[in-house]
């Protein structure tokens, strides 16, 4: 393989939103902690509050980068007694072509499910840390620190970034807090009830109910099915079906298995595996969401 | 010249938005593949699919931008076979004062016009690759890869990316693929029609109609004429003149041309010369485009 | 303290949105003049000319900064006689376990105000240098340059990040322009009238009237009121209060001083020290500004 891998880079998640100064904040931490190391925003627009939504993007990310550490901040229990853990990873991967050394090594957030969907298209964890209790300043040293007078509301900036840069250095990670059995980390995040669609007069008469996994910036539609279950109901690029929102506005409206958006007409609904490997309702330069009654 | 010039960067543009993880998973594989190269993010908010919009805003960096790869996805054909392109510039340039070998070398996107005008500024083509048919994994080398379950419709990470790391780098370009004839290449998006504006009652009583290149955040309307226009129909600095949306809601609109924006009064609308060096409409500290329906 | 203190890094916080090519140009223009140096956004969505509002996020975020430059734009006055300043900072600082060689050194911006507050939480300005008259080009050089045929409206490219790059790199400050009187810089932004909040029936039985500097993207609602206040009026934690919006459309609401945001019930309303030390009205995973009306 003659793909250069780099030294590590800190890929950072979070629902921080780009309006306030918190992402340019913990940038700020990681640099001087770990000057050197590349950051690379994946996202800081997940809805506030989503670990769902996080979580999927997260795991939709995870194939495509490489060595470091993932920061990742959705985080409704912030100031609770819910757990920040460092989760290590090195597993087979999805990717066999792509070396362990070229992945991500640890992930650092909430165990609040967050970091699940990730973990496992990493391989699985093989290790973690609860990131220990906060100390106060003085600053410096590996691990969580918290300024006087300030209320312990960020952990992003106090805990979170602090623990990642220390992790992208090659720190020890036993410096950072005691070990936890990895089997007791959050697998999924509290409820969130994702729209449902059915799949229907697909060509082996089979009905398919799957959920929404994310709406994108074009209104393309990612459900949470595998492709072979397509395969399973005979729905083959050409094929045609019917797709319904459960408790949607409308009705069954016909879509087409394509594999390029431009093989639609215009306003003809479209299935595809989408840039993620998964199926995704869409169409031609359009709205597949708006036309649908979604986000 | 005591400029100092650096090293090459890859100066990124797309209409992927910030809310999802695109920008994010190309930085991430920009990264792997050019360790250590800096990506400067032009914008991502391109309105989805606008061609036209995103060829203006290269043009209009394009003077500033220093020695390396600019990476370009609007594109609305990804998925079918129009083609992506590497092209290399390297004439004069609109600025003499800045050395050849500080401007970009290469622009990297989809042939449907996105990189005309900005190859303009920089000097125009010199040489072009059509980026050869995507390989599927293993992924590495210098060329496009597919990781095997995933859908062609993410170009940006699979194809361009991985071009535009290579050239940084100052890879072989025939290693991309095939040489192209630079006077094949696509050279003015598919049409949109853009806002027209009318300028009346000017000094020299010529009536000009121009079209509206850009509206920025600020509500300045950029126009799509040259200052010389200005001179020739005697609209100098404390001129007036009129000026009336085609196709708008309203009447003409007396306007007074200035060099900053303090000179115009509450509610007057001022032409000035923009940063760029085109004409625009603007409002001191106030939407121009709001008051004339636009944008 | 074992902090790695790192190379320089420029800060850089503007109104300049992202949906323009204006944060990408300028971050062009710095990696050209001072390559290797990071650039770390803080913001860019101050509100188009909100002077205030910029100067209370950048004294927010100046508590985290490491060494190197502020580059701060929020500029209603560029192209008017408003100067344009380099202010240098060196003192105590806030928070005395940061060597005052971690800090930043200079802030370059606009002399509106907008400096103000983060140079007081840097220990106060010890020298300010007006930025000099802008050269025509040849580019390169030091201080401010203007490329033949561009307007004078974008000081952010032309002659702060100019500056800001050449103090990052060490360069001597008086080539860029005449020493001025540190005490004569503007300390105010420009009249922006805030919101105001009155603060009832503390336990000490004292009304406040205070105001609302922040208003963040999960709708807390950050106040100007020292935190002593609220112990003067009796206000500890577990302590409640009333509030209500001066001039706002509702009545005196609730309100519970806490530590957390979960330690508050659904719909309640609580008052807890944020994580830049001020105290902030706040719900548990909802807007705070939303249910009061406000921003």
């Known amino acids: 393989v003659s793909r250069r891998d780099p030294a590590p880079a800190i890929y950072f998640l979070s629902d921080y939103g780009t309006a306030d100064e918190f992402v340019g904040v913990v940038h700020a931490v990681l640099h001087r902690r ?5 950051v690379i ?3 800081h627009r997940i809805p506030p509050y989503d670990v769902a939504a996080g979580s999927a993007m997260l795991a939709r990310c995870a194939p495509d980068l490489g060595a470091g550490v993932v920061l990742a901040v959705v985080d409704p229990g912030v100031g609770t007694d819910r757990r920040a853990v460092a989760v290590r990873v090195g597993g087979g991967g999805t990717d066999p ?3 362990t050394a070229a992945r991500p090594t640890w992930l650092v957030g909430p165990d609040n499910g967050l970091l699940a969907e990730a973990v496992a298209v990493l391989g699985g964890a093989t290790g973690a840390i609860e990131l220990g209790p906060v100390r106060p300043a003085p600053p410096g040293g590996p691990g969580p620190q ?3 007078g ?8 106090d805990v979170l970034a602090p623990a990642a840069a220390h992790l992208a250095l090659g720190g020890d990670p036993h410096l950072l807090g005691a070990p936890v059995d990895p089997l007791a980390l959050v697998t999924e995040p509290a409820g969130r009830s994702l729209p449902e669609v059915r799949l229907l007069s697909t060509p082996g008469g ?3 109910v799957t ?5 994108d910036r074009f209104g393309n539609v990612q459900l949470a ?5 397509l395969d399973e109901v005979g729905l083959r690029p050409g094929g045609t079906a019917e797709v319904a929102v459960v408790h949607g506005p409308g009705r069954a409206v016909p879509v087409r298995r394509v594999v390029a958006f431009a093989e639609l007409a215009e306003g003809e609904l479209g299935l595809l595996i989408d840039s993620s490997g998964w199926p995704a309702l869409v169409f031609d330069r359009a709205s597949a969401a708006q036309a649908l009654g979604l986000g």
Not at 225 to 229: D, F, H, N, W
């Open 34 to 38: 770990a000057p050197g190391v590349p």
């Open 41 to 43: 925003d994946l996202s």
């Open 206 to 208: 089979t009905e398919v």
């Open 150 to 157: 300030r209320g312990p509301t960020f952990d992003g900036r």
């Open 146 to 148: 918290r300024v006087a």
């Open 97 to 99: 072509a792509v070396p």
């Open 211 to 215: 959920t929404v996994t994310a709406v």
């Open 225 to 229: 099915l595998a492709t072979r279950i």
